[in-house]
């Protein structure tokens, strides 16, 4: 028996459409948020309280986030959210906003 | 001792590069106690293995940022130049021999321009994933 295969070019995006997809990537994205908590740093606490996963994203909803990822002059650089994604098991693979 | 000093080894690197050398770049872990000349801060954020499990912590990926802020006057050229020039030496660094290394790759994964918020500095912010292992 012969058979033959016929990649589908609309493979990925059919897949992305599925609800289960987006489930998925919910429970990614919480182990994500958790692993940031995990390796940010704790002062106050503060920064670690504002770190969620909001749907498929991470967000740092403290207004110093870029104080504590990059550093300056007189704090080092945390990399939380850049640690946290490698510290999930994933590959951080930075791309500008559309 | 399978794991690096990273930061040791690629700034020990860094200090020995005339491109480096030639905009009196102080290459250091942390903020100098002086600002006027220029600078390059390297703090290592994570290594990753990336060997495999049959030689686990053998060859590692070393994330580092490398911070590259101009002197008190050479403002947004200068800390260009030495992020150029920062970027030059490390792909150059998989070719050269290092006393305790052996580095294989480098990549740079993004290079925004983040002035300083503290103080007005220009300076440029290098994401540097450098592939290394011990010297056999």
Same mark, same amino acid.
């Given at each position: 028996?012969? +058979?033959? #295969?016929?990649?589908?070019?609309?493979?990925?995006?059919?897949?992305?459409?599925?609800?289960?997809?987006?489930?998925?990537?919910? =429970?990614?994205?919480?182990?994500? %948020?958790?692993?940031?908590?995990? +390796? %940010?740093?704790?002062? =106050?606490? #503060? #920064?670690?309280?504002?770190?969620?996963?909001?749907? =498929?994203? +991470?967000?740092? $909803?403290?207004?110093?986030?870029?104080?504590?990822?990059?550093?300056?002059?007189?704090?080092?650089? #945390?990399?939380?959210?850049?640690?946290? +994604?490698?510290?999930?098991?994933? $590959?951080?693979?930075? $791309?500008?906003?559309? | 001792?399978?794991?690096? *000093?990273?930061?040791?080894?690629?700034?020990?690197?860094?200090?020995? &590069?005339?491109?480096?050398?030639?905009?009196?770049?102080?290459?250091?872990?942390? /903020?100098?106690?002086?600002? *006027?000349?220029?600078?390059?801060?390297?703090?290592?954020?994570?290594?990753?293995?990336?060997? @495999?499990?049959?030689?686990?912590?053998?060859?590692?990926? !070393? !994330?580092? &940022?490398?911070?590259? !802020?101009? @002197?008190?006057?050479? @403002?947004?050229?200068?800390?260009?130049?030495?992020?150029?020039?920062?970027?030059?030496?490390?792909?150059?660094?998989? /070719?050269?021999?290092?006393?305790?290394?052996?580095?294989?790759?480098?990549?740079?994964?993004?290079?925004?321009?983040?002035?300083?918020?503290?103080?007005?500095?220009?300076? !440029?912010?290098?994401?540097?994933?450098?592939?290394?292992?011990?010297?056999?």
């Amino acid at each position: 028996m012969n +058979v033959r #295969y016929r990649p589908n070019p609309a493979f990925e995006e059919e897949i992305r459409a599925q609800p289960q997809h987006e489930k998925g990537m919910r =429970t990614i994205t919480k182990g994500v %948020a958790k692993a940031v908590r995990n +390796v %940010a740093p704790e002062r =106050t606490g #503060y #920064y670690k309280r504002r770190v969620k996963a909001d749907g =498929t994203k +991470v967000r740092a $909803r403290d207004v110093f986030w870029h104080l504590v990822e990059f550093g300056s002059i007189r704090n080092p650089p #945390y990399g939380p959210l850049r640690r946290g +994604v490698i510290a999930a098991g994933l $590959r951080f693979v930075r $791309r500008p906003k559309p | 001792m399978p794991l690096l *000093d990273a930061e040791k080894i690629v700034g020990d690197y860094l200090k020995d &590069q005339p491109a480096v050398e030639a905009l009196k770049a102080r290459v250091v872990s942390k /903020t100098p106690s002086t600002l *006027d000349l220029p600078w390059v801060r390297i703090t290592l954020l994570t290594p990753t293995n990336v060997t @495999g499990t049959t030689r686990v912590e053998w060859l590692m990926a !070393y !994330y580092l &940022q490398f911070d590259c !802020y101009a @002197g008190r006057d050479g @403002g947004r050229p200068e800390a260009f130049a030495l992020a150029a020039a920062v970027r030059s030496a490390l792909v150059e660094m998989p /070719t050269v021999e290092l006393p305790d290394a052996v580095a294989t790759d480098a990549a740079f994964p993004s290079m925004p321009k983040e002035p300083d918020p503290d103080i007005e500095r220009e300076r !440029y912010v290098i994401d540097g994933e450098l592939w290394m292992h011990p010297k056999p």
